[in-house]
């Protein structure tokens, strides 16, 4: 089945230590989206891709960064993670723009120690 | 900015009630509105999208309603059962790939 898949499902790591989460896709949207929510909270949009071009919400720490190699494949990458950043990430695609329906991966649960 | 709120934060009913859950936002200006069931610890499913020229949708026991004027919408869920459980998100979608989502209505369905 078309799927987001995200990868590992729980991270645990330390202190200051980077982290990359993943997200691979089968759907072939040209959208791909990183959202961080934290227990009881509203999902938060981090940035976006719109196939190559990166788009940075404007309060996003630059602690966050991202990378998007090629279609399939986007990755999350937290330079210095602070006990702050513990959440829950999703991954999420649409085929072009916002008109365009959302699919969303399982999640990856991050744990800073 | 848009802002989107449901409300009630948590809602608790028997088996076999109909229930009606409310999303509203401050910026008619969306492109859709889509509504989203989350279970604990894990990502969003999809269960309906609304376009913004559209005012409603149907998927099975499950009918959102979209009033773009007045910044409202409802899903409303038929019939529930136990396995209806689960935080159910709202989220408009607006320019330059934006989307805004509520906090969620958490379901409690009581055998």
């Known amino acids: 089945d078309a799927m987001v898949i995200q990868n590992p499902r729980y991270q645990v790591t330390q202190f200051g230590k980077p982290v990359t989460l993943s997200c691979s896709q089968t759907l072939n949207h040209n959208v791909m989206y990183w959202y961080q929510q934290k227990s009881s909270q509203a999902p938060k949009l981090l940035f976006h891709y719109y196939d ?18 090629n279609t399939s494949f986007c990755f999350l990458d937290i330079r210095s993670p602070g006990l702050g950043d513990a959440a829950m990430y999703l991954c999420a695609t649409s085929r072009d723009s916002a008109s365009n329906e959302q699919f969303f991966g399982p999640g990856t649960r991050l744990t800073v120690l | 900015k848009q802002e989107v709120t449901q409300i009630p934060a948590a809602l608790s009913v028997p088996e076999g009630e109909n229930l009606v859950l409310n999303c509203s936002f401050t910026d008619s200006a969306i492109y859709n509105l889509q509504w989203f069931r989350q279970d604990p610890g894990k990502g969003l499913t999809s269960l309906l999208l609304i376009q913004s020229s559209q005012r409603e949708q149907t998927s099975g026991r499950l009918n959102a309603s979209l009033d773009k004027s007045s910044g409202r919408s409802t899903l409303y869920i038929a019939a529930s059962q136990p396995g209806d459980s689960a935080t159910y998100l709202c989220a408009v979608s607006s320019s330059g790939n934006q989307f805004y989502f509520g906090t969620g209505t958490s379901l409690t369905v009581i055998p």
């Open chain 1, 52 to 69: 190559k071009d990166f788009n940075n919400e404007a309060d996003t720490p630059d602690n966050f960064q991202s990378r998007r190699p």
